[in-house]
């Protein structure tokens, strides 16, 4: 297993914040299994780990195979705290979007 993903799945957030600080591309990189580190600290309901991703450029809208993003996979294991926090970063990251042109 990835270190990377091996950091996340202890919450161990210095670990995490150290490889994207030295790798931050590879924020939304995805396992064998098509799964961000964002999806598996949002089953796991890891909320320190979801909120430094978060801060650190992964993405909440990229969707495993099965179509289920960091949010759905934080509702269907009941981590409620991950599930709001992933929802509410959505929602400011919406809002923060410029609005499309209108042509009227």
Not at 47 to 74: I, W
Request: glycine share 4%; no cysteine; aromatic share 10%.
């Amino acid at each position: 297993m990835d270190l990377y993903f091996y950091a996340v799945f202890h919450e161990n957030t210095a670990a995490v914040a150290k490889f994207l600080d030295k790798y931050p591309d590879k924020a939304d990189q995805k396992d064998m299994w098509g799964w961000t580190a964002l999806m598996h600290a949002a089953q796991l309901g890891h909320v320190d780990a979801v909120k430094l991703l978060l801060e650190k450029g992964a993405d909440p809208d990229v969707q495993n195979r099965d179509g289920l993003t960091a949010a759905m996979l934080a509702q269907k294991h009941h981590k409620v705290k991950a599930a709001v926090l992933l929802e509410q970063w959505s929602k400011k990251k919406r809002l923060a979007m410029p609005k499309a042109f209108s042509l009227d």
